[in-house]
């Protein structure tokens, strides 16, 4: 499984922005897809994930803000993104867990300054 992240980019304090990570490599939808950061100096952290049933989990951090979705039949997963904050700055990492295995994309770099 490969997967492809994009939609990162530079955003003023209180904007949006959209994520798209397309997996493919696989005839079957993908158990678990998310999304993942880390800003500088700090570990990776979980942001928000959606199972194929459409199940989700998000960090307090992102809870209110942040909404997870996914397209099955294209095995995408999104990630809208408002008011963001300038702690909200990072490398946004794709990730997928298919058949007890884990794969990561490879990151895409959201900023968040004025």
């Known amino acids: ?10 955003v003023q304090p209180g904007g949006s ?9 696989s005839s079957s ?10 800003a500088p100096g700090k570990q990776r ?6 199972t194929s049933g459409g199940s989700t989990n998000y960090a307090d951090s992102a809870k209110g ?10 095995n995408t997963v999104y990630l ?3 008011n963001l904050k300038p ?7 794709c990730k997928a867990r298919h058949w007890g295995l884990v794969y990561w ?9 004025s």
């Open 105 to 113: 994309g490879q990151g895409t770099q959201v900023t968040v300054s």
């Open 1 to 10: 499984v490969q997967l492809q992240a994009s939609g990162g980019g530079l």
């Open 87 to 93: 702690e909200d700055t990072a490398v946004y990492y």
């Open 65 to 74: 803000r942040f909404t997870i979705s996914r397209d099955n039949a294209k």
């Open 29 to 38: 939808s993908i158990y678990l897809m998310g999304w993942y950061r880390q």
């Open 45 to 50: 952290e979980l942001v928000a994930d959606i």
């Open 17 to 25: 922005l959209r994520l798209s990570c397309v997996a493919s490599g």
């Open 80 to 82: 809208q993104m408002n």
